[in-house]
T-cell receptor
């Protein structure tokens, strides 16, 4: 069974500051992908960042980076220099390579305060 | 940029009525999904569809649910006899194909069963 857990239902951060969103997962698979998706209010989910489990190097996309700890099954998202447009719901997800199904967490609602 | 579109954005229906949620996936994508999120809970997998047939489905996806791709562009989710507990946000997603890990999501349809 695969599960994804996001323990922070809501978070807030001051504009220009850094925030870290937590995610842990459990999977019996050796090969899988991990994702952070962002869902702005009334908009669709869009991919923020992706990590292949077989890669040790943490993925980075501009102001977004992850801390991938495979042994601990932890996949946190760091947002640097937070902007008002970062206000959104953030979902952590896992896609086992052997399957076709994404497993999502419950989401973290992030508010960037001006 | 191509995107997944869903209609309607909000649907209110009486218990026991049939509803059809519509999705237009990205053209040339091969994998299609329906997910749902009950307020405050995880985003849950319902069904995946590939090559004109269901490839995976969850326990939630019982006989009350069905999917169709009637005309090569639309991808619909039908709930035959809605229950109060079907009230949720329903997300459609598509993925380009094998080897492409990113799923593109629609903005969701909020279904309210009264």
């Amino acid at each position: 069974a695969q599960t994804v857990t996001q323990s922070q239902p809501e978070m807030s951060v001051q504009e220009a500051e850094t925030v870290t969103l937590s995610c842990t997962y459990d999977t019996s698979e050796n090969n899988y992908y991990l994702f952070w998706y962002k869902q702005p209010p009334s908009r669709q989910m869009i991919l923020v960042i992706r990590q292949e489990a077989y890669k040790q190097q943490n993925a980075t996309e501009n102001r977004f980076s992850v801390n991938f700890q495979k042994a601990a099954k932890s996949f946190s998202l760091k947002i640097s220099d937070s902007q008002l447009g970062d206000t959104a719901m953030y979902f952590c997800a896992c896609l086992p390579m052997s399957g076709n199904q994404f497993y999502f967490g419950t989401g973290t609602s992030l508010t960037v305060i001006p | 940029e191509p995107e997944v579109t869903q209609t309607p954005s909000h649907q209110v229906t009486q218990m026991g009525q049939e509803v059809i949620l519509r999705c237009v996936p990205i053209s040339n994508h091969l994998y299609f999904y329906w997910y749902r999120q009950i307020l405050g809970q995880k985003v849950e997998f319902l069904v995946s569809f590939y090559n004109n047939e269901i490839s995976e489905k969850s326990e939630i996806f019982d006989d009350q649910f069905s999917v169709e791709r009637p005309d090569g562009s639309n991808f619909t989710l039908k709930i035959r006899s809605t229950k109060l507990e079907d009230s949720a946000m329903y997300f459609c997603a598509s993925r380009a194909g094998e080897g492409y890990t990113e799923a593109f999501f629609g903005q969701g349809t909020r279904l309210t069963v009264v």
